[in-house]
């Protein structure tokens, strides 16, 4: 069974721009989520959609947004870029929006010159 | 303010002895808890959770046990292998109104390193 994919796995853009990545959940998996790594601040939610909603989300300003389509993929889209939006950019899906596993992708490496 | 504290950045454990990682939560409102291991350049990979009405859950080498009086959380792991090697993270999440889950809250990891 194939597991989450995000792509690209690396990028380097610079401040000002918007970058969108994007996360194909597990085969049957509905809930996909974001989350940001830094060395300082560790992992942080950014959110979660559900068939195509935004269920909740995290403690980020509006430049961070996000998107799920009917088959469950998603993107994730960050405008006018920061230095401190370099980051991991993880995408995690699970079955359902509930209390059960979430599995991660191996990431999106974000650098902002 | 940090809801989550895995307060040990780093543990060494001898191969085939017993790793012990532990968490603290401040959150009240949690109800679910899983542990993850990261390898770098990976993203981190599931190993077991407990939810909040059980206080003991066992998958294989590793069990974790939660003492929701302490808001402590423990991961266990016999016998240490030197695959173990990695960094762990401890999260937790609470049930939102409409019976769906909040985003999980991480710990900042602690790095288990296993000596032959």
């Known amino acids: 069974k194939a597991g989450v994919t995000q792509t690209p796995r690396y990028l380097i853009k610079t401040r000002g721009q918007q970058v969108t990545l994007s996360c194909s959940p597990i085969?049957?998996?509905?809930?996909v989520s974001w989350y940001q790594q830094t060395p300082g601040q560790g992992l942080q939610f950014l959110f979660e959609?559900?068939?195509?909603?935004?269920?909740n989300k995290g403690n980020f300003p509006g430049r961070f947004s996000g998107r799920q389509f009917s088959n469950s993929r998603s993107e994730m889209n960050v405008s006018t870029l920061e230095l401190g939006d370099s980051a991991l950019y993880l995408c995690?899906?699970?079955?359902?929006?509930?209390?059960?596993?979430?599995?991660f992708g191996d990431g999106t490496r974000l650098s902002i010159l | 303010d940090q809801q989550v504290k895995q307060n040990s950045p780093s543990l060494s454990v001898q191969e085939g002895r017993i790793s012990i990682l532990n968490c603290d939560y401040t959150?009240?409102?949690?109800?679910?808890f899983l542990w993850y291991k990261k390898y770098p350049a990976e993203g981190p990979t599931f190993l077991i959770s407990?939810?909040?009405?059980?206080d003991k859950n066992e998958d294989g080498r590793f069990t974790v046990f939660l003492n929701k009086s302490a808001k402590h959380l423990s991961l266990h792991i016999v016998p240490s292998q030197p695959g173990d090697s990695a960094v762990y993270f401890c999260?937790?999440?609470?049930?939102?109104?409409?019976?769906?889950?909040?985003?999980?809250?991480f710990g900042k990891g602690t790095h288990l390193i296993i000596q032959p």
């Open positions: 959609y559900f068939s195509e909603t935004q269920r």
């Open positions: 407990i939810s909040s009405i059980k």
């Open positions: 995690a899906s699970s079955p359902v929006s509930g209390n059960q596993p979430q599995h």
């Open positions: 999260a937790a999440r609470g049930t939102l109104g409409d019976g769906g889950a909040d985003g999980l809250t």
């Open positions: 959150n009240s409102m949690f109800d679910y």
């Open positions: 085969s049957g998996h509905r809930s």
